[in-house]
C-alpha cells in the first residue's frame, strides 16, 4: 500500500488523532521505545473510544480476533480518576481493577466489564508526555479523559516491535489510522506529516518518537 503524506504541527497531529478517536476510529499507536511485559501501558497500543459500545465488540471480532467475553482497559488522566472510579489504587501499570461510578457506567461502557469494574491504568504528563496531550484533546472534544487500550496484536502474536510490524498491521484493513513516530498513516492514501524522521536504530531502540529529533 502506498502512503502519501502532508505537513502538520504536533498540535495538529494529535487534534486530528483525537478527532478520528471520537469519531469512532481505531488508532494503532507505535510511539517510543518497545514494550514488554502483560501490559500495553501506551506506546504499543490500539486506541478506541470507550463511549462506543461497539468499541468493545469490533476490537474482539475484527482486530484482536480472540473471545468476546475479553474486556478491555482503559487509560485515564491522573486529574480524573477520582471522577470515574469510586475505588482508586496506584494503578500507574494496569494492576488494579476498581469500580466504575453509576453514573459514569453508561458514559464508556465499552470500558466497563460485565460487574462495572475497569482495569485501568493513571497516567500522568511525566508518564507518557504524548499520550497525555491526546486524551487531553481528546477530553476537550468528548468530555471524556480516557480512551480505551489495549496491546497493539493480535490474540496469539508477540506485540508489534518495529515500524513494519506496525505498517502490516495497518495494511491488514483491521485498523483505521497508525500513528507512529512523527506520521499518521490511514487507509486511504492521506497521511498526515510532521515532516520529520526520527526513527533510532536497531530493534528495541527509540524507533518511534513523536518529537522531533534535536538537530545539533
Known amino acids: 500500500m502506498t502512503h502519501n503524506r502532508t505537513p502538520l504541527s504536533v498540535d495538529s497531529t494529535l487534534d486530528y488523532l483525537a478527532g478520528r478517536l471520537a ?11 518497545s ?16 463511549r462506543d459500545p461497539n468499541s468493545k465488540e469490533r476490537l474482539n471480532r475484527t482486530i484482536k480476533r480472540r473471545e468476546m467475553f475479553r474486556p478491555f482497559a482503559p487509560i485515564v488522566l491522573d486529574r480524573a480518576v477520582d471522577e470515574f472510579f469510586s475505588e482508586v489504587f496506584p494503578s500507574r501499570f494496569m494492576s488494579f481493577a476498581g469500580k466504575l461510578r453509576e453514573d459514569k457506567r453508561n458514559v464508556v461502557p465499552a470500558a466497563a466489564h460485565i460487574d462495572s469494574t475497569a ?3 493513571i497516567l ?10 491526546l486524551i487531553e484533546r481528546f477530553a476537550a472534544l468528548t468530555g471524556v479523559p480516557m480512551v480505551l487500550n489495549t496491546s497493539f496484536n493480535e490474540a496469539g502474536e508477540p506485540l508489534v516491535e518495529t515500524p513494519e510490524h506496525a505498517f502490516r498491521f495497518l495494511d491488514s484493513g483491521r485498523i483505521d489510522y497508525l500513528a507512529i513516530g512523527d506520521r499518521i498513516f490511514g487507509q486511504s492514501a492521506v497521511t498526515q506529516s510532521l515532516g520529520a524522521d526520527s526513527y533510532g536504530d536497531g530493534v528495541g531502540g527509540d524507533l518511534c518518537s513523536l518529537s522531533k529529533p534535536e538537530v545539533s
Not at 23 to 33: E, F, I, P, S
Not at 124 to 132: K, Q, V
Open 35 to 50: 514494550e514488554f511485559g502483560p501490559r500495553a501501558l501506551g506506546h504499543r497500543s490500539l486506541l478506541a473510544d470507550p
Open 119 to 121: 482495569r485501568y491504568q
Open 124 to 133: 500522568s504528563r511525566t508518564d507518557n508526555l504524548a499520550m497525555y496531550d
Open 23 to 33: 469519531d469512532g476510529k481505531v488508532v494503532g499507536w507505535c510511539q517510543g521505545r
